[in-house]
């Protein structure tokens, strides 16, 4: 009897597991496919002061600048922030206007604005997030990905790129832009042979258009979420969760602090 019940809780254990994934990517496909309605430019609550004596890094993209995944809601973008002012003993500052959802057509748009071309001047560094939702939404969906779409997609995204940083280093020719590059949230399902490709095909683009601008520095992720991929994603299988960040965060500490100490960015 004993055994009998030790089987039917495992049983039920693997049931509820999966059917946790199985919500989980469900809402993570939902999200991708159909992004919530947000405004062009984050309430004032996210904002740090814009005065500093080191300078102030600013957050400019999607879902992964703001966080999204983090439970504790800081993300690379708010590790980064709070190491900085560390480092800086509190004389830096941070601004993070990336919106959830974001496309590079998006991002676009709102750089044009007022107040993001205020804080774009004012930025010492730039760290952006921008591509994955591009990829992704354009291709047509995930359970069967249109590679003619995809192409499309990327073309569009690769001009948009270009135009964003050149707006970028018209309003700042000092400022550092860190660009994270795409990792595959899909290494681990039937698609990954497909979906790995076109990361990689993205991720070249990247390389292209930021090998044009000279302050413009590439951060590359696909490898962080290469290997066992859910052990660094939130449950819905698509965002970065806490320790998925804190990678992300590392490694771009490594190239921002050097250029801290070097006095990098103007």
Known sequence: MKRKTTR???HLLAITSFMLFLVGFILAVWDLMYPPKTVAFQSKKTEQPISSEEGLLLGLGDSQTRGIGDSKGL???GM????????????????NLAISGQ?????LKQMKQDKVLLMVQKAKWISITIGGNDLFRGSGGLEKINLEAAEKSRQQYEKNLKEILTLIYKQNPKALVFIFG????????????????LVSQWNETIQKVTSK???AIIIPT??????????YLYTDHFHPNE??????????LQVLLDQVAEGGGK
């Not at 496309?103 to 991002?107: E, H, I, P, V």
């Not at 696909?222 to 052990?231: T, V």
């Not at 320790?243 to 771009?252: K, N, P, Q, S």
């Open 80 to 95: 980064v922030r709070n190491q900085l002012s560390k480092v800086t003993h509190g004389k830096s500052s941070a601004v």
């Open 8 to 10: 039917t809780f495992f």
């Open 213 to 215: 601008f000279d302050n």
């Open 103 to 107: 496309t590079s057509n998006d991002l």
């Open 243 to 252: 320790i998925g960040y804190e990678r992300m965060a590392t490694r771009l």
């Open 75 to 77: 993300g690379y973008f």
């Open 222 to 231: 696909f490898d962080l979420f290469q290997l066992n991929p859910s052990k």
């Open 182 to 197: 795409l990792y595959n949230p899909f290494g681990d399902l039937d698609l990954k042979e497909t979906s790995s490709s």
